[in-house]
């Protein structure tokens, strides 16, 4: 079957949806840009005041939440720790990379 095969209202709903899918995900990534905004000034927080990167306690809670916010919203609980655990690894590794730069490595004992 090809699309122009397809029924004109279907072609049209199909449309529709996929505008708002578009719409969604323009929206998701302005929101995880102004979640990297807010966690980069975190990162310079920790490297300022020599703070370890990651922060396991808050991780745990975090992932409690969102687990709990996932189920209230009808989102599989698992998808939303996997998405969380993906955005909290990459939020360390910026902490990490801003400790670096600021002389406050981990590695150096700092």
């Known amino acids: 079957m090809t699309t122009s095969d397809i029924d004109a209202s279907v072609t049209a709903e199909l449309n529709r949806l996929r505008e708002s899918i578009d719409n969604i995900d323009a929206a998701v990534v302005h929101m995880l840009?102004?979640?990297?905004?807010?966690?980069?000034?975190?990162?310079?927080?920790?490297?300022?005041?020599?703070?370890?990167?990651?922060?396991?306690?808050?991780?745990?809670?975090?992932?409690?939440?969102?687990?709990?916010?996932?189920?209230?919203?009808?989102?599989?609980?698992?998808?939303?720790?996997?998405?969380?655990?993906?955005?909290?690894?990459?939020?360390?590794?910026?902490?990490?990379?801003i400790a670096e730069e600021s002389g406050d490595s981990p590695a150096t004992g700092a």
């Open 33 to 97: 840009a102004e979640r990297f905004k807010a966690t980069q000034q975190v990162g310079h927080l920790k490297a300022a005041h020599h703070l370890p990167p990651a922060d396991p306690a808050r991780e745990a809670r975090q992932i409690a939440r969102l687990r709990q916010l996932a189920e209230s919203a009808k989102l599989d609980p698992a998808f939303a720790e996997k998405l969380l655990n993906f955005i909290v690894a990459e939020v360390i590794r910026h902490h990490e990379r």
